[in-house]
């Protein structure tokens, strides 16, 4: 009949229950059910030898005195139940007070009896614990340094240390009475009460030092600075809030005394620094404007020595087919000698044409130097203006010698013309120069949708030696392979600065005896 019983009911509501729940048989001989909680209590992992070792009043070793355990049954038939305090054994022999309940009751008409056990040394042990915690927390709240207020959701007081009552004046029963905004100077109280429901909302720990600089109000209506950190915590779902607060005023008074000190102490070091500054500027303009001259001087002096250099090579050439047609004109008195007089005079026009070239780039690198070089930019058509300047450049073109030009994209630009002329000039007369007769020289410009401006030159002349590449826009440089072909050397050095001046960029790739390309970049 025992076998009967259905623990279903039961294991549902014990099985995450620490005290230890067993069902019996009506003799008290049968275990029909325990929960897990056996593991815990007695030290067992294995159920079955759990059951060996348990009895129905208590474990095996552990029998009660026969009259105890009579008297228990009776009062168990009698009452209902029963209620004891007994040591008991756990299975490694440790002894521990427990508090044995044992009831009847009826299931499906049969008799059972409900066991309970609970480890009162535990309890104890927890309820001991829990009081020395909680002296540990009035200890740390009473004899904390800082003044402490516990307020609840609503913005009442409901807890005060000692410094919080000497700071503010309350006693523990004013601030019972009182609510948290009654704190803040009348000012600021109205928006206070929003300030702490927001909190309540969305509550988060703050500490010190945070910035917030607040004001409080005592009991006697004094205003003062304080700094406050909050905490927060639940209690049965009540919200508490927990402020330390530190009234600062003393450290208000120092730090403005600091801050003094320290206003007049940077006055005067900035003082001393600028005093410092302005003779340091003294006397690097000063060291700077003795070495910009001995620079220029030493400069001047190799620009002379250069220009003597060059003038008495580059001149004397010019000079002397000048003085040597004009001398040859003078014997050709007659008329059918025309001819004889227009080739002298061509050369004598070339000469000078040269000597004037010679001139202007002395004259553009010292309005460089000088930096009187300035921008124009105007709107013009580029295809158009770079087609006029190879036709201005066609005179001088060597026999067979001609200038293949093509442009793509959008025509119209914004940049200085006279600048890109130079440029233009320069670049094409030394493809000429520098190739043989017959030869064919490339000029073409492309425009994208990006405003990127390109343009290249190139010829299949003389090249220049790679040695020479990082050396090409420099003043006065002249390859190692033209130093026979008439030039100064000035005028890539001028064309790199009227590009660095328009903001673009330029490229040289050449091989000797191949042929040489120079690429321009503008972003307009």
Not at 327 to 341: G, V
Not at 343 to 349: A, E, G, L, T
Not at 423 to 433: C, D, E, F, P
Request: contains cysteine; proline residues 2%.
């Amino acid at each position: 009949m025992a076998k009967s019983f259905d623990a279903s009911m039961l294991r549902t509501w014990s099985a995450f229950s620490d005290e230890f729940i067993a069902v019996w048989d009506e003799k008290g001989t049968e275990l029909m059910y325990f929960n897990d909680s056996y593991s815990k209590l007695f030290g067992f992992q294995d159920r079955d030898a759990f059951s060996e070792y348990f009895s129905f009043l208590c474990p095996r070793e552990n029998q009660l005195d026969e009259n105890v355990s009579r008297l228990m049954r009776d009062n168990i038939n009698r009452h209902g139940n029963w209620t004891e305090e007994v040591l008991l054994k756990k299975g490694n022999a440790d002894v521990f007070l427990a508090r044995l309940d044992i009831g009847k009751f009826s299931y499906d008409g049969q008799d059972f009896y409900l066991q309970r056990i609970i480890d009162i040394d535990a309890q104890r042990v927890f309820s001991n614990n829990l009081f020395k915690e909680v002296k540990k927390f009035e200890a740390l709240f009473q004899f904390a340094t800082l003044p402490i207020l516990l307020v609840n959701k609503e913005g009442n007081i409901t807890l005060s240390n000692q410094q919080a009552n000497e700071l503010f004046g309350y006693s523990n029963e004013e601030f019972s009475c009182i609510n948290v905004e009654h704190l803040i100077p009348d000012q600021f109280r109205s928006k206070h009460e929003g300030h702490r429901n927001r909190y309540n909302q969305h509550p988060e720990n703050r500490p010190m030092g945070k910035g917030l600089q607040l004001s409080a109000i005592k009991k006697t209506g004094e205003v003062f600075p304080v700094e406050i950190s909050l905490g927060h915590y639940k209690v049965d779902e009540e919200q508490f809030v927990i402020a330390f607060v530190i009234d600062i005023t003393k450290r208000i008074e120092s730090e403005n005394i600091l801050r003094a000190q320290k206003e007049a102490l940077e006055e005067v070091n900035a003082q001393i620094e600028k005093l410092n500054e302005e003779l340091e500027l003294k006397v690097e303009q000063r060291t700077q404007e003795l070495s910009d001259a001995l620079s220029k001087e030493r400069e001047l002096s190799d620009l002379k020595s250069r220009f003597v250099s060059m003038a008495s090579h580059e001149f004397r050439t010019p000079l002397s087919t000048i003085l040597s047609s004009a001398s040859l004109i003078s014997k050709y008195a007659l008329t059918e000698e025309q001819d004889k007089r227009d080739k002298h005079i061509m050369r004598i026009r070339s000469s000078v044409n040269n000597l004037t070239d010679i001139l202007n780039e002395f004259l553009s690198l010292g309005k460089i130097e000088e930096g009187k070089i300035q921008q124009h930019v105007s709107e013009f058509n580029l295809k158009e203006q770079l087609q006029l300047m190879i036709n201005e450049i066609q005179p001088i073109l060597k026999n067979g010698q001609e200038i293949v030009y093509e442009h793509n994209g959008g025509a119209h630009v914004k940049m200085d013309l006279s600048l890109l002329r130079n440029i233009m000039i320069n670049l094409i007369s030394n493809a000429i120069k520098f190739s043989s007769d017959g030869a064919s020289i490339w000029a073409d410009s492309e425009m994208d949708g990006s405003g990127m401006l390109t343009i290249r030159v190139k010829d299949h002349g003389l090249g220049i030696p790679e040695d020479d590449h990082k050396h090409l826009f420099e003043r006065f440089f002249r390859g190692k392979n033209v130093t026979n072909i008439q030039g100064t050397g000035l005028g890539l050095h001028i064309v790199s600065k009227y590009i660095e001046l328009m903001g673009g960029k330029i490229e040289v790739e050449s091989e000797l005896n191949t042929g040489t390309t120079f690429t321009l970049k503008f972003t307009l």
